[in-house]
């Protein structure tokens, strides 16, 4: 039974010493550390908020009482938190969730108080219970590393975790787990209490019995384990958070990719399949125009492919991932796609029942343009909405964001439809990129 991120415990892990940023754990916990004026957790707090999670057990131990008197029970920030305390001797990871045990819900998010893990966790926690309906027990998050930042450890394949391993890598291990993870209660019923382990232990054997999910994420992780991480994030931070940024809202079907032709319905249609995704011409040369700019790219999509019965959220999914690896392959980086896998008509042959609703991010409406401003400090007013239909056009007015429709010189389907005019027509993407200042 698919949940919403409401309903959902996340797990902190809040309770290490840092002992390699003693010059700044000496005086207050890792999850403490300033940033630009603020503690390090209140950013990754951000993300889980505006994803839309609201019950939170953090496990603290080091300086325990400075973290419980800062975020105290959350009713200030709209959230709840409950608070368990590592004893005298630090048990692991593994170990610190098992003293949990009496606060853990059926199921459980798992992040880390000293890592920044910008992610869909929407789709984490899908592919968690769409894994768990097949008999997984867990989804680990993991980020195709090669190597970089740290030995990449996972063996994947198909969205599930062939081998992880973080003790004995192997060549083939092209990932690294990401550090944000979904688990059942009852894997840590099975040890006793006060035994101290990592939690890699779980996910190594679950891995083995073929039970633990993949969610590929494609941006990578902040973490502040030392002086040099703690500045990196810094520097990061500064740019995300100070200044108004500037961003492009691209819509995908008919604007990024092509449309194609699905013979179930004998039309054309989005694509619905990872395979079935063509890039139109010049979409690589006007992102990178976008990027010399100085725009952020995000991707706005209405996808009801799956609340359609077309396709299953996992297909959609992994059209996208497969997108912004491919773009990241020529040296763009893309911020976000967010995409509305909503419908609100329950269809004869829908099979995800879940995704019929009513929402608030289904466009003409403006909430996945929105939806940036929750993590990103965007100037609304010099960025772009831009499309190939009078929703994108509408959408873009609704958010206060300047509008750029593809197609039709005159654009009389906006000016009917809508009773509203782009501020830029374009003949394609490419054109938009020369146009937009």
């Avoid at 679950?206 to 520097?235: C, D, M, N, Q, W």
């Avoid at 952020?296 to 799956?306: D, E, K, S, W």
């Avoid at 772009?384 to 429709?405: L, N």
Wanted: aromatic share 12%.
């Amino acid at each position: 039974m698919m949940k919403e991120p409401k309903d959902l415990q996340v797990v902190v892990l809040m309770g290490g010493l840092g002992t390699r940023l003693k010059e700044y754990t000496k005086v207050c916990p890792k999850p403490l550390v300033e940033v630009n004026k603020k503690p390090f957790f209140d950013y990754q707090l951000m993300l889980l908020k505006a994803a839309g999670f609201k019950k939170f057990l953090f496990l603290i131990g080091y300086k325990a009482d400075m973290i419980e008197e800062y975020y105290k029970d959350g009713s200030e920030l709209g959230i709840s938190i409950k608070y368990c305390y590592d004893g005298k001797e630090l048990l692991g990871t593994g170990g610190a969730i098992r003293r949990a045990l009496p606060y853990l819900e059926e199921d459980f998010l798992v992040t880390y108080g000293d890592s920044f893990m910008d992610i869909d966790y929407r789709e984490t926690i899908y592919r968690y219970f769409a894994g768990k309906a097949k008999g997984s027990r867990a989804v680990m998050t993991i980020l195709k590393n090669n190597n970089s930042f740290d030995k990449s450890n996972v063996v994947a394949r198909d969205g599930r975790i062939i081998l992880y391993d973080k003790m004995k890598p192997l060549p083939e291990m092209e990932y690294i787990d990401y550090g944000v993870c979904i688990y059942e209660r009852s894997l840590f019923e099975e040890y006793e209490e006060g035994v101290k382990f990592d939690v890699a232990i779980i996910q190594n054997k679950l891995s083995l019995e073929g039970k633990l999910e993949a969610h590929e994420v494609t941006r990578r992780f902040y973490e502040i384990g030392s002086p040099k991480a703690l500045e990196e994030f810094k520097a990061y931070a500064k740019e995300r958070f100070s200044g108004g940024l500037k961003a492009v809202f691209l819509d995908r079907d008919g604007v990024i990719n092509e449309i194609v032709y699905n013979e179930d319905i004998e039309q054309l249609d989005s694509p619905q399949k990872k395979e079935d995704f063509k890039l139109l011409p010049n979409v690589v040369s006007a992102l990178r125009k976008f990027k010399d700019k100085g725009y952020l790219i995000f991707i706005v999509t209405n996808q009801p492919g799956a609340a359609k019965g077309k396709s299953r959220l996992s297909d959609l999914y992994d059209i996208n991932t497969g997108f912004v690896n491919s773009m990241k392959a020529e040296g763009i980086e893309l911020e976000a796609v967010y995409m509305c896998p909503h419908y609100p008509r329950l269809l004869p042959y829908t099979k995800e029942k879940f995704l019929i609703k009513e929402c608030d991010c289904r466009k003409p409406k403006p909430g996945l343009i929105l939806k940036a401003g929750e993590s990103y400090n965007i100037d609304y007013e010099n960025s772009y909405m831009i499309g190939d239909s009078f929703t994108d056009v509408e959408a873009g007015k609704a958010a206060g964001v300047k509008t750029v429709y593809i197609g039709d010189l005159k654009c009389d389907a906006c000016k009917k439809l809508c009773d509203i005019e782009p501020d830029i027509i374009a003949r394609d993407i490419l054109d938009a990129s020369e146009k937009v200042k």
